[in-house]
Nanobody
């Protein structure tokens, strides 16, 4: 049974928005700091941002001011709201728990 399941990816034009979701099993969500990572074609996977159970968030510099991570602890769900998307945001986005558990990823493509 999958412990982390992402959804919400798709094709969007530059400047557009998408919201990704990650549903986690309760025992994971309550314990771990939750992260978003991404991997573009031909590149290494990189950390995008994180949210603690207390709501503290941190982001990589290139997404600050455009991406927002939030958590709904009652629903064991983490969100990644992505605004002002750029072609360089194109990647498979992964949900991660505590640096050790991974979802299957969801594709985000930013293109006109």
């Amino acid at each position: 049974q999958a412990q982390l399941v992402e959804s919400g990816g798709g094709l969007v034009q530059p400047g557009g928005s998408l919201r990704l979701s990650c549903v986690a099993s309760r025992n994971i969500f309550s314990i771990y700091v939750m992260n978003w990572y991404r991997q573009a074609p031909g590149k290494e996977r990189e950390w995008v941002g994180q949210a603690t159970s207390g709501g503290i968030t941190n982001y990589r510099d290139s997404v600050k001011g455009r991406f927002t991570i939030s958590r709904d602890n009652a629903k064991n769900t983490m969100y990644l709201q992505m605004n002002s998307l750029k072609p360089e945001d194109t990647a498979v986005y992964y949900c991660n728990a505590g640096g050790i558990k991974w979802g299957q990823g969801t594709q985000v493509t930013v293109s006109s």
